[in-house]
């Protein structure tokens, strides 16, 4: 008899020490899992959407201006000037961009564009 009561109790220890390892293992992987990996991929995402930004103002810029040197016949010029204001425009929405990852989320002006 003694004998099983001594396993019961080996038996309780050891599953009180798994709950305890199995608490902390949790923890710590929580805590990894949500720093590197969301930042990484936040970061990823904001890159590609400043190249896209500056890649549509240029097309755009091009789409007008070649439509309006076909439309007045005046080959290359219109198209120049277009393209370098799109880039200009793509250039202003990269800053703006950039600005935002600057910022911390939750402050005053986060939703009106400021």
């Given at each position: 008899m003694a004998e099983d009561d001594d396993h019961e109790a080996a038996r309780a220890r050891d599953a009180e020490r798994l709950r305890q390892l199995e608490a902390?293992?949790?923890?710590?992987?929580?805590?990894?899992?949500g720093s590197r990996g969301e930042e990484h991929f936040s970061q990823a995402?904001?890159?590609?959407?400043?190249?896209?930004e500056l890649v549509a103002g240029l097309g755009i810029g091009f789409g007008i201006g070649f439509g309006l040197d076909t439309l007045f016949g005046t080959t290359p010029l219109l198209m120049v000037v277009f393209v370098l204001l799109g880039l200009a425009a793509?250039?202003?929405t990269m800053m703006r961009t950039a600005k935002e990852i600057g910022k911390e989320p939750g402050h005053a002006g986060d939703d009106e564009g400021k």
């Open positions: 902390k293992l949790g923890d710590k992987v929580v805590r990894e899992a995402n904001m890159a590609w959407r400043m190249v896209t793509g250039i202003k």
